[in-house]
């Protein structure tokens, strides 16, 4: 008996317990700044949180008109289990190169990167508010995987074109409830929450845009999580979303370049005022990682963290993009080799 109770403490104590937290503009894991005294040309990289948005670990379609699309070239069929099995066991890799946190979202994103129609029916979130367990299970794999590599899962609620599959208002409160629920009752402290991905772009539901989504935001920090949502390409966050999130969520997609960049970051500063939170570049789909100044550089530059948004473009395989699926989740394409090995070096994880 005393053997089995020795073992059940060390099964508690070895138990993986990754926390982030924020101070001031810095991000922190199990009370450290994220590479911890790290510089890079001049610049502090310590306390930024470096991610990729690779949204579609937990993917699946429901709709049998769509999914034939999303098969595997080596099986000619789509698996939901071995998306999110090849998800994780690409994880160490990612954080060998120094990312910290990735974005995965509830309602996913385009498999396409960009789609102006959704056929497809990809979410964890039923008409009514409640949530598919299948869906969780997988989630649960990939953040219990994140807790254990010490890495920050910044997960997504909503996603336009996937929110109109939720029947009211009362059925999005009781969504965004029930996912808080579900975080607080696995005890886990290295997620932060964004209600929404681009809240200013189109969501039928008026509690998800910009002039109300104040009100999820605080529903999920009431619980006691971190909290926050992200707006399109070049959207400053309003000064209700400023005034309640932990964080700040921008994307670069349509800031053409780093010189837009860093004014799009001055005007983010500028709003933020005398609210000295983090801001995180969560989605950017410009690279050029082999030139000496990128909307990466130019964001980490301003103490700005900054996200990898990858996709396939015409013409590309399946060795391309990672929000595109199928995905194939390792570093296996030039683009990808591009942003880790720059992050790399960013990190200083080329020097250990």
């Known amino acids: ?63 049998e008109a769509t999914v034939k699309h999303w098969a595997y070239p080596d099986a000619a069929t789509w698996d939901a289990e071995r998306n999110t099995r090849e998800f994780i066991a690409a994880m160490p890799e990612w954080k060998a190169h120094g990312l910290l946190a ?40 990939i953040l219990t995987k994140a807790d254990e590599l010490a890495m920050v899962v910044i997960l997504g609620v909503f996603y336009f074109g996937q929110d109109q599959r939720v029947k009211d208002e009362q059925a999005v409160i009781a969504a965004v409830d029930a ?61 209700k979303v400023i005034e309640h999130s932990d964080f700040l969520l921008i994307h670069g997609n349509g800031v053409k370049g780093p010189d837009a960049m860093r004014k799009f970051i001055a005007k983010v500063k500028q709003a933020r005022g005398d609210r000295q939170i983090p801001i995180v570049v969560n989605e950017d789909d410009h690279f ?36 595109s699926v199928p995905v194939n989740w390792g570093i296996s394409s030039q683009r990808k080799k591009g942003f880790f090995g720059l992050l790399k070096q960013i990190t200083g994880e080329a020097e250990r």
């Open 1 to 63: 008996m005393r053997l089995l109770a020795l073992l059940f403490a060390f099964a508690v104590v070895s138990q993986a317990e990754t926390v982030v937290s924020i101070r001031g503009e810095d991000f922190h894991l199990n009370g450290k700044p994220t590479y911890a005294g790290r510089e890079w040309q001049g610049h502090r990289i310590e306390g930024l949180l470096m991610n990729s948005r690779m949204v579609q670990g937990i993917f699946d379609d429901q709709n």
């Open 102 to 141: 990735f974005t995965l979202n509830l309602q996913g994103g385009s498999p396409y990167g960009y789609s102006k129609d959704q056929p497809w029916q990809n979410t964890t979130i039923n008409a009514d508010g409640t949530l598919r367990p299948d869906y969780l299970a997988r989630a649960e794999k």
């Open 179 to 239: 996912v808080t629920s579900w975080i607080i009752a696995k005890k886990w402290r290295h997620v932060l929450v964004e209600v929404n991905n681009e809240a200013n772009v189109k969501y039928d539901h008026a509690i998800l845009k910009p002039d109300r989504v104040h009100e999820l935001i605080q529903r999920v920090k009431a619980a006691g999580l971190l909290a926050g949502t992200s707006f399109g390409g070049g959207g400053v966050p309003t000064a």
């Open 288 to 323: 050029d990682f082999d030139q000496p100044d990128n909307s990466f550089t130019a964001a980490v530059k301003e103490h700005v963290s900054w996200g990898f948004f990858d996709f396939r473009m015409k013409g590309e395989g399946f060795d391309d993009g990672y929000q």
